[in-house]
């Protein structure tokens, strides 16, 4: 076979692969969106890892603003609010399951919780531990009626369960600010790293609860 005839197979080749890229590329970001969110009609995995990551940007955020609180950083504003939007993503994404109501008072509850943080937070730097215990009251009741909202919801999210898991959370918080306050890095990572794990159980948790409740919305 002579090289005039392989020139256009070969070109057509080339073509075709050009073509298929932008689609590709689509897919790919089509793909990404779905897995940034919880949406009917994901699989069960995709939904897993859209939860997993809405929770673990809770606790990076968190991190990051007491880093920045305690420290006086110039970005503490800017990082505050990026932690209260996460507050919103994650009532954003049980929205297709519950409804919009349901989305906005999950957003409300999580807010509470970071704003009361940011309280306790304050207080702590500034040594007033009578301001911590009313704080931290506050912040446990919060935790309850997240926990009540949660199992009224689904009755795959026992309130027992779900509040033992948030308690937990709010403990590993406290963790993560009293170290930083004493300038124990080896405590405060510590503590960040048990954050991270104990959140990922929070997320499957939910994801399981919400795969139980609706088994037909996803493939």
Request: proline share 4%.
């Amino acid at each position: 076979m002579n090289k005039t005839r392989l020139q256009p197979i070969g070109l057509l080749c080339v073509s075709l692969a050009l073509a298929v890229l932008p689609l590709q590329g689509q897919a790919a970001a089509q793909e990404q969106v779905r897995l940034e969110r919880p949406v009917p009609g994901q699989s069960k995995m995709q939904l897993a890892a859209a939860m997993r990551k809405l929770w673990m940007e809770h606790v990076i955020w968190t991190r990051n603003y007491i880093v920045s609180a305690v420290d006086g950083l110039a970005d503490q504003d800017q990082v505050l609010a990026r932690l209260l939007k996460n507050q919103q993503d994650i009532g954003d994404a049980i929205k297709p399951f519950y409804g919009e109501a349901a989305g906005h008072k999950l957003a409300e509850l999580l807010r509470e919780h970071i704003v009361i943080a940011g309280k306790i937070v304050g207080a702590a730097k500034q040594g007033d531990q009578a301001q911590v215990q009313q704080y931290n009251k506050e912040w446990y009741r919060n935790a309850d009626d997240i926990a009540e909202f949660l199992s009224r919801a689904n009755p795959h999210w026992p309130k027992k369960e779900v509040l033992a898991m948030l308690h937990r959370h709010l403990e590993l918080v406290a963790d993560a600010l009293r170290a930083r306050l004493q300038k124990d890095w080896e405590a405060d990572i510590r503590a960040f790293d048990q954050g991270e794990e104990h959140i990922l159980m929070l997320a499957d948790t939910l994801s399981q609860g919400i795969q139980k409740q609706f088994p037909k919305k996803f493939r």
